[in-house]
């Protein structure tokens, strides 16, 4: 059976299950939204259609409370049917795409599946900033994390290479700061230096009413969407408009391609970058009904800092030690002010450096993501664990194709761990799952991140769903190659 993430238990039986033209499914007001996405989603793959109906069904969703575990479902197939079993939605949405993959030739085989994630974050990040992707490609990717039971959208929204939120407080941030030349025709780590006046602008940004469409298409898939706003470094374009809540207050251009070191920072000296913040986050909890909200936290180059009075003074004032506390402490305020909102923030894992905030959630992704692992659970705080290269996927795939910097293969996703050697079992609880993160300097368009993304999301799929001792290399390259022939039916532009 070509299923991908592999069930943690599948009994195969003889024989087959036939479908008709019209699969009819057992009528429930409580599963209609869920039988609706599942027949946009069978539409792709078959020509099948479906119906409900109260008798003669094909196929039944029944809440069984014996299956406590929120995603985990069921399924049983005979010469009755098809019947999927959750206690939760969520459950029954993961067995109908299960039950998608296990169409062949419009029959299905007899089969008894058990099944449940060992994550609970399984999750992929898309950066819109260094490119601008549509709200079209958007929820095509949103399918595709549906189909690998993928469950968290990472939504890197704002990043030195453009703004790309409406915030209605202060327009200017897409008005200004969502644009920049346009230098697409010069590699990207040359164009900082190009005196160009390039071919227009470049840029976009999703309004707030485009925001709310896709959080609801996401929720439709059983897939959070947490936003990213990056602070107080990655900030440099936000420069271009409000550049009083820097440390110069001088005004940049929105940077057209590589831009590092990336020198200027939000001040941290200044209170009415809090309170700039904090509005911009207040419109952000209003869109975004996920608990968490990502405030970066990354690569925050201190020089501006140590040459700021306002900085200097405020590391005086709080008694911090030096720049790196400096930053906790803007983590810390900005923490405390989410989690009075009742948000639970989460940082790259630099803000470990000069104090952990208590319950800040940590995203390891430096070197292996180990240190950063076990510095974060150290004092309770949580993490996911995304570890560059190895879930990084604008590394190449092989030496020879697309892709910047080294390789990261496609076994070497699959083989990867979030459980650490040597982190004990009390611990494991504080590792929320994994997810692989798509940064898009190189990638201009929709195709070069599917080409980038697949097949490698299908290895991710089994790392944040399978039990380690549930994989198997050779087993999982068998059921890739079938389960290629869904991913042509998505039109999917992955790697061979």
């Keep these: 059976m070509n299923i991908i993430p ?24 409580e599963t209609e939204n869920i039988i609706e996405v599942f027949g946009k989603e069978l539409n792709i793959i078959t020509d099948l259609k479906l119906e409900t109906t109260e008798k003669d069904f094909d196929l039944q969703l029944v809440f069984d409370e014996d299956i406590p575990q929120l995603e985990g479902y069921q399924i049983l197939v005979n010469n009755n049917g098809i019947r999927i079993s959750s206690g939760k939605k969520a459950g029954l949405f993961y067995g109908l795409i ?4 296990l169409i062949v030739n419009n029959e299905v085989p007899f089969c008894e599946i ?39 959208f990472h939504w890197h929204l704002t990043d030195d290479n453009g703004w790309r939120i409406e915030i209605k407080k202060y327009p200017q941030l897409t008005e200004v700061c969502g644009w920049r030349r346009n230098l697409e025709h010069i590699p990207w780590n040359e164009r900082n230096n190009s005196n160009e006046k390039g071919n227009g602008i470049y840029g976009g940004f999703y309004t707030q009413e485009e925001i709310k469409d896709i959080v609801k298409y996401a929720a439709e898939r059983y897939i959070t969407v947490v936003p990213e706003i990056e602070m107080p470094g990655h900030t440099s374009e936000v420069f271009a408009a409000y550049p009083q809540f820097s440390c110069r207050e001088k005004k940049l251009e929105v940077t057209a391609g590589g831009y590092w070191p990336n ?5 941290a000296g200044n209170d ?9 986050l207040s419109e952000i909890i209003q869109l975004f009904p996920s608990p968490y909200i990502h405030i970066g936290g990354d690569e925050a180059e201190k020089t501006r800092w140590k040459e700021c009075p306002k900085c200097q003074k405020r590391i005086a004032d709080e008694h911090l030690k030096d720049e790196n506390e400096l930053q906790s402490y803007f983590i810390k305020r900005i923490s405390k002010f989410l989690f009075e909102k009742g948000k639970i923030p989460i940082g790259w894992d630099e803000i470990i450096q000069g104090g952990l905030a208590k319950d800040v959630v940590v995203m390891c992704w430096r070197g292996d993501g180990k240190d950063a692992l076990e510095n974060a659970i150290s004092t309770g705080n949580k993490a996911i664990l995304c570890p560059n290269p190895i879930l990084y996927f604008d590394w190449k795939q092989v030496e020879d194709s697309q892709g910047t910097f080294g390789v990261t293969t496609l076994k070497q996703v699959y083989e990867y761990d979030p459980v650490h050697i040597g982190i004990s079992k009390e611990n494991e609880h504080l590792i929320l799952g994994a997810q692989a993160n798509v940064w898009t300097e190189w990638m201009t368009t929709n195709k070069d991140v599917e080409f980038m993304t697949f097949p490698r999301i299908c290895a991710l799929a089994e790392v944040a769903w399978c039990k380690k001792d549930n994989k198997n290399w050779l087993n999982f390259l068998s059921r890739l190659t079938k389960f290629k022939s869904i991913l042509d039916k998505y039109n999917v532009n992955y790697y061979s």
């Design 6 to 29: 592999k069930p943690v238990k599948i009994i195969e039986k003889s024989g087959f299950y036939k479908l008709h033209e019209t699969i009819s499914v057992k009528r429930n007001e």
């Design 98 to 101: 299960t039950f998608l993959q």
């Design 114 to 152: 058990e099944d449940k994630p060992r994550f609970q974050w399984r999750g992929m990040h898309l950066d819109v900033s260094r490119h601008f992707f549509s709200i079209k490609f958007i929820k095509h990717f949103i399918d595709l994390l549906a189909l690998h039971k993928l469950n968290v």
């Design 263 to 267: 020198l200027d920072i939000f001040c």
């Design 272 to 280: 009415k970058t809090f309170t700039f913040l904090e509005n911009i």
